[in-house]
């Protein structure tokens, strides 16, 4: 694969991190750009069409800096919405998304019983409803849309140190539901679907074996992406092109400004903040 290719990571904050943690594994060979829309962030609070809207407009207004080979959507409340947009728009650009995995989950299932944990908006989603009829017919799916916990995700990725029982008893309310016992089962896998959510993997794992409900199965798809992209790169053409990004991983947000905090947090990542890029948010 030659050196210069370059994937664009895009989501609404710091969860697509999670993603971008598995291309920098396994591609360490590749151009990277982390872009982050912190001045939209959360999207789980947006209605669809905003999303879609702004994605296009914010995609759009990177697509006039560089020509990425891959552009993956590390977000499943806007993978779920706007990939079919995106795919129409750009042809000569790939686009991989994130989208709940319910199928892995169905098929490790022993006793049929799972949770999609997701954004609001995600939970809410046609395509998620398709992904259940589709992969899920044989499973009794819980679906639980949280407002709150990707914006806990970011607070707990900044300083994972000084968070105490409030904070827990704030994850708790958020899973609770998720933890289902039916005629003698019980959930055994929790799908995972937004990327901030495993940022506190950890310390769900603990949460669940201890203060609530019985350990379980978190089913994460970022090391699946990360070799989806490997395997779409793999097809793409060798072609030259002039705007094929910056040589070391560099982080670009649409508020085009970032705290000590993500300063820190990007750089433990091995990405550098660059100021090249800003795209404020107007809602009405
Ligand atoms: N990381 C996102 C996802 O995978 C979205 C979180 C948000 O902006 O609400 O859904």
């Given amino acids: 694969m030659p050196e210069n290719r370059l994937i664009l990571t895009f989501d609404s904050g710091l969860g697509g ?8 594994l396994l591609l360490p060979q590749t151009r990277r750009i982390y872009l982050a829309d912190d001045a939209a962030f959360p999207y789980g609070r947006l209605s669809e069409d905003v999303v879609v809207a702004r994605v296009m407009d ?19 409340t806007a993978s779920t919405a706007v ?11 790939d686009f991989v998304g994130t989208v709940p995995a319910v199928k892995p989950a169905a098929e490790q299932s022993r006793g049929g019983l799972i949770t999609v944990l997701g954004t609001s908006g995600t939970v809410r989603r046609d395509y998620t409803h398709g992904l259940i009829r589709d992969h899920a017919a044989h499973c009794d799916v819980t679906l639980v849309g949280s407002e709150t916990l ?5 607070q707990y990725a900044h300083e994972p140190d000084d968070k105490g029982d409030a904070f827990d008893d704030a994850l708790i309310a958020e899973l ?23 940022l506190l993997r950890e310390r769900l794992e ?26 779409v790169l793999g097809l793409r ?7 094929c990004g910056p040589e070391a991983p560099q982080v670009w947000t649409s508020s085009g400004k970032v705290d000590d905090l ?21 809602q009405d």
Avoid at 150 to 154: C, M, T
Wanted: hydrophobic letters at 40%; a neutral charge.
């Fill in 58 to 76: 914010v995609l759009g207004a990177a697509f006039r800096i560089v020509e990425p080979d891959v552009v993956v959507i590390a977000c499943n």
């Fill in 83 to 93: 990939l079919p947009h995106l795919r129409e728009l750009y042809p000569r650009i």
């Fill in 262 to 282: 993500s300063r820190r947090l990007f750089a433990s990542y091995g990405l550098e903040f660059s100021p090249e890029f800003s795209f404020p948010f107007e």
């Fill in 206 to 231: 603990k949460l669940a074996g201890t203060r609530i409900g019985w350990p379980v199965s978190f089913v994460d798809p970022a090391p699946a992406i990360a070799r989806r992209v490997e395997y």
């Fill in 17 to 24: 991190l999670t993603v971008y943690r598995e291309l920098a």
């Fill in 176 to 198: 609770a539901p998720c933890f289902i016992e039916q005629n003698g089962r019980r959930t055994d896998h929790i799908v995972l679907a937004c990327t901030h959510y495993p």
């Fill in 237 to 243: 053409r060798s072609e030259a092109h002039d705007r």
């Fill in 150 to 154: 990707a914006s806990l995700a970011e």
